[in-house]
């Protein structure tokens, strides 16, 4: 009756805890790879288009430049976008370096400092983005109430710009999410595997 014992094979049931584990762990280091790659590839897009937008609007005679630094909230978009290519190209690097040296899973440490790293990233991102949309909504609405006009009739240009860089920086939020799950499971994978080689007649 030993056999009824789980994790322990009668010996007419094939087991593939090795193979499985391999397939799996190369398709979250695939899908984590592509991940980084269009987070940064994204990020330095996002970053460039808000950045480099600027406008000049003649009033009254008056030339009024407008640029990214006027509004605080796409000066911390860029910032956000910046800090998550550089940071998800270091990442890249790190992948790439584990796929070729064939390892398989890293150390609670790292595993623990990659996990909460891209938490705090995932939330920058969703912050910036929220942020941004808020007074992209203002600009291009306008607030009757506190007779704040409707910056983007002035300065189409600008906004359309900007639109696209924060729909990119969307893109980086929603890939960083999904980056988070996959980085929490690569983590939370190694205490179920570090508990099951420790009691194999559990």
Same mark, same amino acid.
């Given at each position: 009756?030993? @056999? ?5 094979? #009668?010996?007419?049931? #094939?087991? @593939?805890?090795?193979?499985?584990? !391999?397939?799996?762990?190369?398709? $979250? ?24 937008? *600027?406008?000049?609007?003649? &009033?009254? =005679? &008056?030339?009024? !430049?407008?640029?990214? *630094? ?16 550089? @940071?998800?190209?270091?990442?890249? $690097? ?8 064939? &390892? ?24 910036? $983005?929220?942020? *941004?949309?808020? =007074? ?7 607030? *009757? ?20 860089? &924060? ?15 996959? =980085?929490?499971? =690569?983590?939370?994978?190694? @205490? ?7 009691? #194999?007649?559990?």
């Amino acid at each position: 009756m030993n @056999y009824l014992v789980v994790g322990v094979s #009668p010996g007419n049931v #094939p087991v @593939y805890h090795g193979t499985n584990l !391999k397939v799996i762990d190369r398709r $979250v280091r695939i899908a984590e790879l592509v991940l980084r790659c269009l987070i940064c590839g994204l990020s330095v897009l996002a970053a460039i288009l808000v950045g480099t937008d *600027t406008q000049v609007k003649e &009033i009254f =005679s &008056i030339q009024k !430049k407008a640029r990214f *630094t006027d509004m605080k909230a796409l000066v911390f978009l860029v910032v956000a976008n910046v800090v998550a290519a550089a @940071y998800s190209f270091v990442q890249v $690097v790190r992948c790439v370096v584990g796929m070729v040296r064939g &390892i398989v899973l890293f150390n609670k440490p790292l595993a623990w400092a990659i996990f909460s790293v891209d938490q705090a990233m995932a939330y920058l991102n969703v912050a910036a $983005v929220g942020a *941004t949309a808020q =007074s992209a909504v203002y600009a291009k609405l306008g607030q *009757t109430e506190l007779q704040w006009m409707k910056l983007c009739n002035m300065y189409g240009k600008f906004c359309n710009q900007v639109g696209e860089g &924060i729909a990119m920086a969307l893109l980086v939020s929603v890939s960083m999410v999904f980056l988070s799950c996959i =980085s929490a499971f =690569s983590l939370f994978r190694l @205490y179920g595997g570090n508990k099951a080689k420790n009691n #194999p007649g559990l």
